[in-house]
Every structure is written in structure tokens, then in C-alpha cells.
């Protein structure tokens, strides 16, 4: 059974990166563009250039957006790991010590969610993973495109 697990591993990180990229984008997208019901939940896009929501809405569709296609994984979800560290430290732990307390529970996953990304990359479904194999020359056979039945 682990040996199973264990190939399916480069699979679920790959549906994990989808996922986690997806909904940072979309944050950022409804800061940015109002969308999704907006920056403030009435639709409400965040003004060009106010320090640090601007910032903080473009680094998240970025960032989102390269972590979902896989393209710069370890780069971008570093910077999204940060981004969101700053999150916490300055929107929400002077709220209150716990992220229970201070509402800071999304800013805190999304900020270790993304550093675990910068330590595994960007599993399956990558394109990291098809540049790396273009560029690489690598031709894998018929044989080996095929899945082994345990």
C-alpha cells in the first residue's frame, strides 16, 4: 500500500499546487479587478498603488498564477510565503497572539502551504516539469509513458 502512496506522491503535490495557486490568484484577482465580490466583499477593487493591499493583490495573482501553472514554483511560492508572513505579522498578530484570535488562520496556511512548495516543487502537471524535460532532450519510450499495475 505505501509503495502505491508513495508513486502517487508527485500526483496529489501537483493537485496541491493547482489548488493553492488557483485560490491565491483569486485573491488577488478580486482585489484587483473586483471580481469574485471584490477587495471587500461589495465588489470594490483596492486603489492602484496603496501600500501594501495593492502590492500584496498583485504579488497574489502573480504568484498564484505561476504556482497553478507550475511555472517558477520554488520562486514564486517563496515570495508568496513571505508575502503572507508579512500578512500575518502586520495585519493580524498585533489582533491577537493566536491566529484564532486574530483571524489570521488563512494568512498562516497559505504562508506554510507555500513554503512547503519551495522545498518540494512543483510535483506533477508542472510546466517546470516539461521545459526541464525539453530541455533535457529526454525521450521517454512508449514503454515508459506506460503505468505499471502493482
Do not use: K
Not at 498562516?108 to 508542472?126: D, H, K, M
Amino acid at each position: 500500500m505505501t509503495g502505491r502512496l508513495n508513486s502517487a506522491q508527485p500526483y496529489a503535490l501537483g493537485l496541491f499546487r493547482i489548488v493553492l495557486g488557483l485560490l491565491f490568484a483569486c485573491h488577488g484577482a478580486a482585489g484587483l479587478f473586483g471580481v469574485l465580490g471584490g477587495a471587500d466583499g461589495s465588489g470594490g477593487t483596492v486603489a492602484a498603488g496603496a501600500w501594501p493591499n495593492w502590492y500584496a493583490a498583485v504579488i497574489e495573482l502573480v504568484c498564484g498564477g505561476l504556482v497553478l501553472l507550475g511555472l517558477g514554483t520554488r520562486a514564486a511560492a517563496f515570495l508568496a510565503s513571505g508575502s503572507m508572513a508579512y500578512a500575518y505579522f502586520t495585519v493580524h498578530q498585533p489582533e491577537g497572539l493566536w491566529p484564532l484570535q486574530n483571524n489570521g488562520e488563512g494568512a498562516a496556511l497559505f504562508c506554510w502551504a507555500f513554503l512547503l512548495l519551495v522545498f518540494t516543487g512543483s510535483g506533477a502537471f508542472g510546466v517546470d516539469r516539461l521545459l526541464a524535460r525539453r530541455g533535457s532532450g529526454e525521450q521517454r519510450t512508449a514503454e515508459e509513458r506506460t503505468p505499471v499495475a502493482a
